[in-house]
């Protein structure tokens, strides 16, 4: 009964190649997000969707493309992985409107580390 | 455009000590978040502040959010190893209407020797 589930939990890939990251959550949430944690532990937003409406698209490589087939879903493509993607990625979930149902925050997936060689 | 400043980034300290974590806001909010996340884990919900005075307490932890300041702190007493981790603090800033985003301090790493 996992609220927001990342998979997979690591993924080691050589440069050059293409993967996916997958995230599920099942708090009913309308609003998820994608970010991106580097080794001094900054958190840096990518990406959110609003009940399968991008509303966030901050300024990432186009190589990065989120994908949101329902409220519940939210994938993340990297296509032609570099040296510098690797990270830790964290998929995250949300209520909205403001006023109140913002009281809870986000709750956040385990994290994908992604190791670029 | 709102920005939030924690201090300090690290901390190391002895079992036992008390201190304090300050987070700073540069517009005007009327909430606040912690979170802490242990290494190599997850970021995990600490303290919702949703209002100017609120106080809230787990533990060896409290939190505390002066909105007219724009200030909140998460003091830790007599730490113990155990709280160990990277606490972060986050404003919310709204847009669209209807949608909010977390803008998120850089974090504190807490380092508590036995």
């Known amino acids: 009964d996992t609220a927001v589930s990342q998979t997979p939990k690591y993924l080691v890939t050589q440069m050059g190649n293409d993967k996916s990251i997958k995230c599920e959550q099942n708090?009913?949430?309308?609003?998820m997000y994608w970010y991106k944690q580097d080794s001094k532990k900054f958190l840096k937003i990518m990406f959110s969707?609003?009940?399968?409406?991008?509303?966030i698209n901050e300024t990432v490589p186009n190589r990065f493309s989120p994908k949101s087939p329902d409220k519940a879903h939210l994938n993340l493509h990297i296509n032609s992985l570099e040296l510098g993607d690797s990270a830790v990625y964290f998929c995250?979930?949300?209520?909205?409107?403001?006023?109140?149902?913002?009281?809870?925050?986000?709750?956040f997936g385990s994290g994908t580390r992604l190791t670029v060689v | 455009e709102l920005k939030v400043e924690q201090n300090p980034l690290f901390l190391s300290m002895q079992e036992g000590k008390n201190y304090t974590i300050y987070c700073n806001y540069s517009?005007?909010?009327?909430?606040l978040y912690w979170y802490r996340q242990d290494p190599g884990k997850s970021l995990e919900s600490l303290f919702v502040?949703?209002?100017n005075g609120a106080v809230k307490q787990e533990g060896r932890l409290m939190a505390s959010l002066d909105t007219k300041a724009r200030l909140s702190t998460l003091h830790i007493t007599a730490a113990v190893h155990d709280l160990s981790a990277t606490y972060f603090c986050a404003a919310p800033t709204f847009f669209m209407d209807s949608n909010y985003q977390l803008i998120w301090g850089a974090g504190t790493k807490l380092i508590i020797k036995p």
């Open positions: 517009t005007t909010s009327d909430r």
């Open positions: 502040l949703l209002s």
């Open positions: 969707y609003n009940n399968k409406e991008l509303i």
């Open positions: 995250a979930s949300s209520r909205n409107p403001r006023g109140g149902a913002s009281a809870s925050g986000y709750t």
């Open positions: 708090l009913g949430h309308d609003t």
